[in-house]
Nanobody, 124 residues
Framework: QVQLVESGGGLVQPGGSLRLSCAAS????????IGWFRQAPGKEREGVSC????????YYADSVKGRFAISRDNAKNTVYLQMNSLKPEDTAVYYC?????????????????WGQGTQVTVSS
């Protein structure tokens, strides 16, 4: 059974850091391009960061450039999202997803497999 499980969310103060993990089971993660998306209440799902499986090319939304970093550990079948200098506007449910198509990595419609999401709340 193909499954993605996110972890690492929580409550953090502005300026703080969190590291999200996306662990895969039922398939080999390094054969897929992986994206992190987020969705805040009343807003559309937004592509935050993506990593290509073949050459490690990455994508970052302008709103997170310089603060977030995506990485993968193929030995652990896991992709990470390091989030630093967090802001209240980063508050959302964060999802990881997998696709075999890198055409438009920030487009959530391109992704076949999704995790259940993890809540990130940035508040003082």
């Amino acid at each position: 059974q193909v499954q993605l499980v996110e972890s690492g969310g929580g409550l953090v103060q502005p300026g703080g850091s969190l590291r999200l993990s996306c662990a895969a089971s039922g398939f080999t993660l390094d054969r897929y391009d992986i994206g992190w998306f987020r969705q805040a209440p009343g807003k559309e799902r937004e592509g935050v960061s993506c990593i290509n499986s073949s050459d490690g090319t990455t994508y970052y939304a302008d709103s997170v450039k310089g603060r977030f970093a995506i990485s993968r550990d193929n030995a652990k079948n896991t992709v990470y999202l390091q989030m630093n200098s967090l802001k209240p506007e980063d508050t959302a449910v964060y999802y990881c997803a997998a696709t075999s198509s890198w055409e438009i990595p920030q487009d959530h419609n391109m992704y076949n497999y999704w995790g259940q999401g993890t809540q990130v709340t940035v508040s003082s």
